[in-house]
T-cell receptor
Framework: EPEVTQTPSHQVTQMGQEVILRCVPI?????FYWYRQILGQKVEFLVS????????KSEIFDDQFSVERPDGSNFTLKIRSTKLEDSAMYFC???????????FGPGTRLTVL | DAKTTQPNSMESNEEEPVHLPCNHS???????IHWYRQLPSQGPEYVIH???SNVNNRMASLAIAEDRKSSTLILHRATLRDAAVYYC????????????FGAGTRLTVKP
C-alpha cells in the first residue's frame, strides 16, 4: 500500500540555522499539507499546497517558513532561521481531493538547541 | 469554522465495543464529519468520514444524528492497538480549507 514518507526522522539543529524537512507524498495525490505537533500538544495545521502554490496557511506559517515542490515527487518545508519554539514533530500529508482523507507521514522530529 | 466537542478521555475493555461521542451543534450543510486517530508516536491516521448517513468501513462505523449536531464513532471490538487519541473534525467541502485538530479523546483499552 502506498504511503507518505518523510526524511529525516530526527533533525537536530542550532537556533538560527536553516532546516529543510522533506516529504514524498503518495504519487497520484494532488494536495499536500504540513502540520506540526509540539510535544504534548495538539496537531496544528501549517499550510496546504495545490497546483504549485499555497492554498491556505495558518497564522503559524510566517515569513520564516516556505514550502516547495521542487520536482514531481518531493514536497519540502523550509524554516529559514530556527527558533527554540520550532522544536516539534512535523507531519506531511497528502490527498487526492481536498475533501477526502489525508494520508499522513510518520513525521520528522525537529529539535532546536 | 464549526467546532467540535469531545470528552478528554475514555476507557474501554479489550474486545468490547467503544462508542466515542462528538458534538458539533454549529455544523453547516456542507460540513463533512471526519474522524482521525493518532497512535502513540505516530502521525494521524484517517478512520472514517460521512455527511448524513451512517457509514461503515473495515476500521469502524460512524453514526450521525438525524439533526447532524452530533456523531458517534463506533469501534466494534476494541483491541489494545486501538489505544490512541481520536479526533472528530468538520471539513467544509464547499471550499478547500485546512483541517483543524482539537484535543481529541484519549482512548485507553484495558486488557
Amino acid at each position: 500500500e502506498p504511503e507518505v514518507t518523510q526524511t529525516p526522522s530526527h533533525q537536530v539543529t542550532q537556533m538560527g540555522q536553516e532546516v529543510i524537512l522533506r516529504c514524498v507524498p503518495i504519487s497520484n495525490h494532488l494536495y499536500f499539507y504540513w502540520y506540526r505537533q509540539i510535544l504534548g500538544q495538539k496537531v496544528e495545521f501549517l499550510v496546504s499546497f495545490y497546483n504549485n502554490e499555497i492554498s491556505e496557511k495558518s497564522e503559524i506559517f510566517d515569513d520564516q517558513f516556505s514550502v516547495e515542490r521542487p520536482d514531481g515527487s518531493n514536497f519540502t518545508l523550509k524554516i529559514r532561521s530556527t527558533k527554540l519554539e520550532d522544536s516539534a514533530m512535523y507531519f506531511c500529508a497528502s490527498g487526492k481531493e481536498w475533501y477526502n482523507e489525508q494520508f499522513f507521514g510518520p513525521g520528522t522530529r525537529l529539535t532546536v538547541l | 469554522d464549526a467546532k467540535t466537542t469531545q470528552p478528554n478521555s475514555m476507557e474501554s475493555n479489550e474486545e468490547e465495543p467503544v462508542h466515542l461521542p462528538c458534538n458539533h451543534s454549529t455544523i453547516s450543510g456542507t460540513d463533512y464529519i471526519h474522524w482521525y486517530r493518532q497512535l502513540p508516536s505516530q502521525g494521524p491516521e484517517y478512520v472514517i468520514h460521512g455527511l448524513t448517513s451512517n457509514v461503515n468501513n473495515r476500521m469502524a462505523s460512524l453514526a450521525i444524528a438525524e439533526d447532524r449536531k452530533s456523531s458517534t464513532l463506533i469501534l466494534h471490538r476494541a483491541t489494545l492497538r486501538d489505544a490512541a487519541v481520536y479526533y472528530c473534525i468538520l471539513r467544509d467541502v464547499s471550499r478547500n480549507n485546512d483541517m483543524r485538530f482539537g484535543a481529541g479523546t484519549r482512548l485507553t483499552v484495558k486488557p
